[in-house]
Structure formats: C-alpha cells, structure tokens
Nanobody, 125 residues
Framework: QVELAESGGGSVQSGGSLRLSCQFT????????MAWFRQAPGKEREGVAF???????TYADSVKGRFTISKDNTKNTLSLIMNSLQPEDTAMYYC???????????????????WGQGTQVAVSS
C-alpha cells in the first residue's frame, strides 16, 4: 500500500515563495516516476513538474524557471520549491507516483494511480 501526504501549502502575495513536501510511505516509490499536479476551480488537473526514475526533471512551460522538483530518497520525500508565485498559480496541488516507463513519467494525470490528498496554494495580487 502506497500512501502520499502533501504539506506546505498556504497563502502568499504575488512574487512570494512556498515549498511543498510530499511524504510517501514506501521506499520502493523512490524508484518510480513522481510528479506534482495542480487543479484550479473549474479547470482540469494539470502536471507542473515531473521527476523520473533517474532523477531527470521536466516542467510545464508555465512554471519553468520558477518551480523546482526534487526527491530525497533517504527521507522518502518529494518537494516542490515555488518561486515568483503569481495569482494564476493558485490551485490545489497534488503529488502523484506510479511505477511507469520513463517515457510516461511526464504524461497526464491518467497515467498516475497513487495520489495525495492535496494542499491548497493561494496567491494574491
């Protein structure tokens, strides 16, 4: 059984920063694809940052250069550092994991079977 739990969301002003963390229960997840997705009200869930089994990262164009995804295998933790936050970054943020082929790591939400409960990020102008 794999469980994921996010933390670190909150409210910040435009230009601010937040760090999200995702604790996972099984060490085997460290060899899986992992990702951060977000979903704003009335919008589809979108992937923002991905990290594959070799630690290669991929970002959505909207967050490239501002967000950084990383993984600490010794602590079973996935992180997302978010800088220069903008109001359009406001959303519920979810971490996700699955045992996927590398070519599927940066795919859509449907590729991932394991999800956390989400953490809310609100950015005011």
């Amino acid at each position: 059984q794999v469980e994921l739990a996010e933390s670190g969301g909150g409210s910040v002003q435009s230009g601010g920063s937040l760090r999200l963390s995702c604790q996972f229960t099984s060490h085997s997840v460290t060899t899986w694809c992992m990702a951060w997705f977000r979903q704003a009200p009335g919008k589809e869930r979108e992937g923002v940052a991905f990290i594959d089994t070799y630690g290669i990262t991929t970002y959505a164009d909207s967050v490239k250069g501002r967000f950084t995804i990383s993984k600490d295998n010794t602590k079973n933790t996935l992180s997302l550092i978010m800088n220069s936050l903008q109001p359009e970054d406001t959303a519920m943020y979810y971490c996700a994991a699955d045992h996927l082929a590398r070519r599927l790591c940066s795919g859509g939400a449907a590729e991932y079977a394991y999800w956390g409960q989400g953490t809310q990020v609100a950015v005011s102008s």
